[in-house]
């Protein structure tokens, strides 16, 4: 994943301010910056737009006439608007791992051999806005999960280089800040931890205990002999991490699933599990959740309700401060404005 | 803190990066894995229910308040607890549930020859019965009370004045009830059903009639300007559960999960079900109120409302 480092005689970069990096054969650094902004937009862009559009193929169940018919009826704003909610997650996710190991891999560039190239997330960084940091940060603040919430502190830590140093130039204030910030963090989670320990939760545990922890020390610089294999390493843990977790999220529904029960013939109802396309005078259009899609008249459909997909399950019972460990920050806060809410008898039915 | 030496702390940056990484990774197989609680989707597939299109409930038709065939339609707190049960399991609506008219001996048959799935009718949980089919619950505990006419209701107050050889106690037959007070030394005159009792006290020829308190008040509700229930402190009490076929533990935990949950609302201090159908059928003819008991042997589960907010 990582560029090939070039033997070519160095040329010292003119960046203001920033570590003297080596240039590429003949070109300015201008030139380079620009091209890594450009790489860096179309990615940005680009991913969640083809994404998008292979969703509506995996919905169809891969047949071509289905995607049609699901491109024909889903427009361009519900596809994006869809895509966001269900891959927010993934996006910031991704971005805040590529801006937290680009950080550290910055302060820490300065030791690798003169004439080598810095690597891929370093230049990333570089270009980057502060404000799209600060943004990518505060997506995957409000869309993480609790349980992983608290691996955003050493990201955040890493990614704006805040060494402990920079809370006070004291050691004694600086140990007592620290001590009331973990005093705080443990008065918070105290409840959950004890749950996560009586439930033999031990990943969970970790996953709550340890960031914090792990954040006094992830700033950087690392060590000459690491950074080049840890730029590579993370490059490609980066690009299989978005493959691997985009396999569920190409294959989470665009539409919302609904059991539609129909009356085909007079006493007789079905109970069609599906997500509805479109509905016009004269047909509702239902993708079935087994595949394939049906045309059902408007005066056959009895009754239609949402229903929750599997995948929605929890998979922990553990709460912090009664927020679901496994709902984020918006869907937390949702469920409190919108508290209860009843699985309808229809979805279990259908199976 | 690590300034000291930039040596110590090149490595424990490199320490920190590394298992911060294993930390995210693991995070994200967690992530992706089945959960590892059955969930209430996973039980119905296992259960035997999994696929028909109805389900088939065994009740009584001849007991008031509890479980009764009225114009054609059933009432009763036993038929209320039936229809929150089939609701939970996906059979919304009485056009997906079957009732069944069962007689208190066809019970277990029913279960054991798959003629229902499922039995809510006044079942007393007995180790006995354990052994032929499941239960969950309990769902509801009588006790055993008196019920006198107007008339007497001054005179007999207390499990002494019932001793009284002036005055002659009716129940029915084979019950609990006769056991009890037999413990108690009060000669009964049997019966073979409570409603025979009630119609001999109704023509005079007994006094007094002891039965389980749901019956009774039953009986209460048919005729509530002539009787009054007194309350006498018999020692036993029922447990009421909801019968299953033994062979299908995945349906008796649902069950017993959902009557949980219902009392799990209850205890939260929002209206449950339970409490809805009791309100609805047996409160106003009961003495003092009651609350749902609470179900024994309850799985944990999981299922799409775990996430809601319980506060």
């Not at chain 1, 020390?217 to 843990?237: D, K, N």
């Not at chain 1, 995948?311 to 553990?318: A, G, I, N, S, V």
């Not at chain 2, 590892?36 to 999994?50: A, N, Q």
């Not at chain 2, 008031?64 to 609701?87: C, H, K, Q, S």
Request: glycine share 8%; hydrophobic share 45%.
């Amino acid at each position: 994943m990582s560029a090939p480092v070039v033997d070519a005689p160095a040329v010292p970069a003119t960046r203001d301010g920033g570590p003297a990096g080596p240039a590429w054969e003949g070109n300015d650094p201008a030139e380079r910056r620009a091209r890594a902004s450009q790489s860096f937009w179309t990615a940005v862009v680009g991913v969640p737009a083809i994404f998008s559009v292979l969703r509506l193929g995996v919905e169809a169940g891969g047949e071509l006439q289905t995607t049609l018919l699901l491109v024909a009826n889903v427009g361009p704003v519900n596809l994006l608007a869809g895509f966001l909610t269900t891959a927010a997650r993934l996006l910031s996710t991704g971005l805040v791992a590529v801006f937290a190991l680009g950080a550290v891999l910055r302060v820490s560039v300065e030791r690798m051999p003169a004439g080598a190239r810095r690597p891929l997330f370093v230049r990333w960084v570089d270009i980057t806005p502060a404000w799209f940091v600060v943004a990518s940060f505060l997506l995957a603040l409000v869309t993480w999960q609790l349980l992983y919430l608290p691996l955003l502190i050493p990201a955040f830590v890493a990614a704006f280089q805040l060494t402990p140093a920079r809370l006070h130039e004291q050691v004694a204030p600086r140990l007592l800040l620290l001590a009331a910030l973990f005093v705080g963090y443990a008065w918070l989670l105290a409840p959950t931890l004890r749950d996560a320990w009586r439930q033999g939760e031990l990943l969970a545990l970790l996953l709550l205990v340890a960031p914090p922890l792990l954040a006094l020390g992830v700033t950087g610089p690392l060590p000459a002999a690491v950074i080049r294999p840890l730029a590579s390493l993370t490059e490609a843990a980066v690009l299989a991490m978005l493959v691997w977790a985009a396999l569920p999220v190409i294959s989470t529904p665009v539409l919302p699933l609904t059991v539609t029960t129909v009356e085909s013939t007079p006493g007789v109802t079905e109970d069609v599990r599906g997500h509805v396309v479109t509905v016009d005078d004269v047909n509702v259009v239902l993708l079935q959740e087994r595949g394939g899609v049906r045309y059902v008249p408007v005066d056959q459909v009895r009754a239609q309700v949402l229903c929750p997909s599997e995948e929605e399950l929890p998979r922990h019972r553990l709460r912090i401060r009664d927020f679901h460990v496994e709902d984020s920050l918006l869907e937390g806060t949702g469920r409190r404005v919108r508290p209860v809410h009843r699985i309808d008898a229809a979805c279990r039915a259908v199976s | 803190m690590k300034n000291s030496s930039p040596r110590f702390r090149s490595v424990a940056t490199t320490l920190a990066v590394a298992l911060t990484l294993t930390l995210a990774a693991a995070a994200g197989c967690d992530n992706r894995q089945d959960p590892p609680l059955p969930s209430v989707l996973d039980k119905l597939r296992e259960s035997h229910i999994d696929g028909q299109p109805k389900i088939r409930v065994g009740v009584a038709a001849t007991e008031p308040l509890m479980g009764e065939l009225r114009n054609g339609t059933y009432v009763g707190f036993d038929i209320e607890i039936a229809r929150y049960i089939a609701a939970s399991l996906g059979y919304e609506g009485d056009q997906r549930i079957e009732f069944v008219s069962l007689a208190t001996e066809d019970r277990i048959p029913a279960l054991q020859g798959g003629v229902v799935d499922l039995v809510v009718s006044s079942f007393s949980i007995t180790e006995e019965r354990k052994k032929q089919i499941g239960f969950a619950g309990p769902y509801f505990v009588t006790t055993q009370e008196v019920m006198v006419p107007n008339r007497l209701k001054d005179k007999i107050r207390t499990i002494e004045d019932l001793r009284d050889p002036t005055y002659k106690i009716c129940t029915s037959g084979g019950s609990t009830t006769e056991a009890e007070l037999e413990k108690h030394q009060v000669k009964a005159l049997v019966v073979k059903r409570v409603g025979d009792c009630v119609k001999g006290i109704r023509e005079g020829r007994y006094d007094a009639v002891s039965s389980d308190e749901t019956i009774l008040a039953g009986f209460l509700s048919q005729y509530p300007t002539e009787f009054e229930i007194v309350d006498m402190p018999f020692g036993t009490s029922e447990t009421l559960g909801i019968g299953v076929p033994i062979g299908d533990p995945a349906l008796r935990d649902l069950v017993a999960f959902f009557l949980d949950k219902s009392y799990q609302q209850g205890r939260s201090g929002i209206s449950s079900p339970w409490l809805t159908a009791y309100n609805r059928t047996l409160g106003p003819w009961m003495k003092g109120p009651k609350a749902q008991p609470q179900p024994l042997d309850v799985p944990k589960l999981v299922d799409f409302d775990d996430k809601a907010p319980r506060r």
